[in-house]
């Protein structure tokens, strides 16, 4: 792009939707880091923001002063920063994001209204636990916001007194927010969160320590003991509330919930909208893979309404996705805690605030998917061009060594008996990955709103019947046939570019 003005340009980059903004930074940024600096500075002190536009200015500031990190602080950027502090044209949380950049110890000598400016911070309106339950009750994505500002800046014995400052507190939110400090790298902190919210002795902190015993493997054994030892204290819970969502209260709240089909590497997304009032909405993408479990979690808040349309446009143009509700949404992320937990992975800390932000019961259940009742159909390879059959080949390290010695060959140029080799391979993997592909995807669309795809949830199944029971010569598979020639080809083409394993295509 022409670079002219780069003001006029940093004001079109925040007003980008927030993935956008991340992708096209490098287009629109092209001064140096004083320059752009300043910039963004003066914009802050004088803007009038929407809430996508201030999130966006917050984090394109925060991710330069990261990576710009001038030590020691520079006179000019102490100026601009003390010109911050001072200005009523953000919030103080949104002050404390931009200083968050920044080790307090750079901060101290140079900054003129920095010990006012942490002392009414601190304040909260009288004490820590009224702010935490009144930001959270006022928008409960806030979770995050807490989060990023408060716990993942914060040392060890400022989060230790805040735990101490919270003792005593029965409060819902209270024994959320310290839940997602048992999941700090401190072991303190995490002990004494926990050892907290045993000390509230209620209901919700006795479902709390069965979350973290079933989610946080270093606190497992510690959670355990905690819950069974309150659950013998505190008399039964008047009414029995069954694993998935919470109540709410019968209000009518906008939920936009999606489930992708997987691709061919196990891998599949989960959208999830929320609106927390007029023009705040809330958005949270989940990766998750088949051999993984929950991979990836994005968290984005107070978004505007047309931000979040822009950001749900993007993700729809790139998968088919199934809209499906909440409680077979908690199903399937359930699945995916246990397939990850039971090969040793952990869940993202995100995942757990996004349960809170939601209110969801979250915990590893194996989860079994419904193949009967279907009838075999009748296909065509044209049926194979299509997402997700077209990514469904081979990908395993196996297949990249008999290959090998091949490289910058056509398919036709292989020898016969090396193609019935890797068929072999093929069908191996297939039994082991394509087949639970098959039952996921036909169990999506059979619990999804467009459960009337009655023939595409027939043709997973019939798939997976071949794949089962292949007939004697697997080439009258169209599928086979199909994904053999497709893997083969693929795996040449990879190898021929110098990619030499499986996990650099991934």
Not at 68 to 88: F, G, H, I, M, Q
Not at 227 to 256: A, N, Q, T, V
Not at 351 to 375: A, D, M, R
Not at 421 to 442: G, I, K, N
Request: hydrophobic share 40%.
């Amino acid at each position: 792009m022409s670079r002219k003005n780069q003001l006029a340009d940093l004001r079109r980059l925040i007003s980008l939707p927030a993935r956008d903004m991340r992708r096209q930074a490098s287009r629109y940024i092209y001064e140096d880091p004083q320059t752009v600096l300043r910039l963004l500075f003066r914009m802050i002190l004088t803007e009038s923001f929407t809430p996508l536009k201030k999130d966006n200015i917050l984090t394109l500031t925060k991710f330069i002063l990261e990576r710009y990190s001038p030590r020691p602080l520079p006179e000019w950027l102490a100026d601009e920063l003390n010109k911050v502090l001072s200005t009523d044209n953000i919030t103080d949380l949104d002050k404390a994001i931009i200083l968050s950049a920044f080790e307090p110890e750079d901060l101290l000598e140079k900054l003129e209204g920095l010990e006012e400016f942490v002392e009414n911070f601190s304040d909260f309106r009288g004490s820590f636990e009224d702010f935490i339950v009144d930001q959270i009750r006022t928008d409960p994505s806030r979770f995050f916001d807490i989060h990023r500002v408060i716990i993942e800046k914060s040392k060890p014995e400022g989060l230790l007194a805040m735990i101490e400052d919270l003792t005593g507190s029965r409060a819902p939110e209270v024994i959320s927010f310290l839940e997602h400090l048992t999941y700090h790298h401190d072991r303190q902190v995490r002990t004494s969160a926990l050892h907290t919210i045993q000390a509230a002795a209620t209901q919700d902190a006795i479902n709390t320590l069965y979350s973290i015993s079933c989610l946080n493997p270093l606190m497992k054994k510690e959670a355990e003991k905690a819950y069974i030892s309150l659950m013998h204290e505190l008399p039964l819970p008047k009414e029995f509330r069954p694993s998935g969502k919470r109540r709410r209260g019968g209000r009518k709240e906008y939920l936009d919930l999606w489930v992708s089909l997987t691709d061919g590497n196990g891998a599949m997304s989960a959208f999830i909208g929320r609106r927390f009032g007029r023009n705040n909405y809330f958005f949270a993408s989940i990766l998750m893979k088949l051999r993984v479990g929950i991979k990836d979690t994005i968290l984005i808040t107070n978004m505007t309404r047309s931000g979040y349309r822009a950001i749900k446009k993007e993700y729809f143009s790139e998968l088919s996705y199934y809209p499906v509700e909440e409680d077979y949404l908690v199903r399937l992320i359930n699945h995916f805690i246990k397939r990850g937990i039971s090969r040793g992975y952990t869940i993202p800390i995100e995942l757990v605030l996004l349960k809170n932000i939601l209110g969801w019961h979250l915990e590893p259940v194996e989860y079994t998917f419904e193949c009967e009742g279907y009838e075999r159909v009748r296909y065509h390879p044209r049926d194979m061009f299509q997402f997700p059959f077209e990514t469904w080949w081979m990908h395993e390290n196996s297949l990249y060594r008999v290959l090998r010695p091949y490289r910058g060959l056509q398919i036709y140029d292989i020898p016969e008996g090396l193609f019935h080799e890797v068929t072999e391979m093929f069908l191996d993997y297939a039994r082991r990955e394509v087949v639970p592909m098959c039952e996921l995807c036909s169990d999506i669309i059979r619990n999804s709103k467009y459960n009337r795809r009655t023939r595409l949830r027939n043709l997973f199944l019939t798939i997976r019947d071949e794949i089962l029971n292949p007939p004697a010569n697997i080439f009258r598979s169209n599928f086979l046939n199909f994904a053999v020639v497709a893997t083969i080809d693929h795996t040449l083409h990879n190898i021929s570019l110098g990619v030499e394993s499986s996990e650099l295509v991934e």
